[in-house]
C-alpha cells in the first residue's frame, strides 16, 4: 500500500519534509512517492503527514486513487458550502 501524488503537485516540499519514512522524492514534473518506502505513517501518526500538509487539496492520492486531502480539506469549507458562498458573491 501506498499513497501516489497527482499531477497537481506545485512541488512546495512541505509533504518532502514531514515523511517519516522518507519516501517522497522530487521528480518532474510534480514529486512522487516511493511505493517501496511509504508506510501511510501507520504506527507513526493518526493521519498521513503529507495529506494533512499539503496546500492543494486532492493531491495526495490513496491506493484506490481517493484523495487523502478531499476538497474542504484545507479551508474547513464542505464544497456545497463553498459553492453557494461563491454564487452569492461572498467569496
Given at each position: 500500500?501506498?499513497?501516489?501524488?497527482?499531477?497537481?503537485?506545485?512541488?512546495?516540499?512541505?509533504?518532502?519534509?514531514?515523511?517519516?519514512?522518507?519516501?517522497?522524492?522530487?521528480?518532474?514534473?510534480?514529486?512522487?512517492v516511493?511505493?517501496?518506502?511509504?508506510?501511510?505513517?501507520?504506527?507513526?501518526?493518526?493521519?498521513?503527514?503529507?495529506?494533512?500538509?499539503?496546500?492543494?487539496?486532492?493531491?495526495?492520492?490513496?491506493?484506490?486513487?481517493?484523495?487523502?486531502?478531499?476538497?474542504?480539506?484545507?479551508?474547513?469549507?464542505?464544497?456545497?458550502?463553498?459553492?453557494?458562498?461563491?454564487?452569492?458573491?461572498?467569496?
Open positions: 500500500m501506498s499513497y501516489s501524488i497527482s499531477s497537481s503537485c506545485v512541488n512546495c516540499f512541505a509533504c518532502q519534509d514531514v515523511c517519516p519514512s522518507k519516501a517522497i522524492y522530487e521528480a518532474r514534473p510534480h514529486f512522487l516511493d511505493a517501496k518506502k511509504c508506510s501511510q505513517c501507520e504506527g507513526e501518526y493518526a493521519d498521513p503527514q503529507c495529506g494533512s500538509i499539503c496546500p492543494i487539496e486532492v493531491t495526495i492520492l490513496n491506493e484506490l486513487g481517493e484523495p487523502v486531502n478531499p476538497p474542504g480539506s484545507l479551508t474547513g469549507i464542505p464544497p456545497a458550502r463553498l459553492a453557494e458562498l461563491t454564487a452569492a458573491g461572498i467569496l
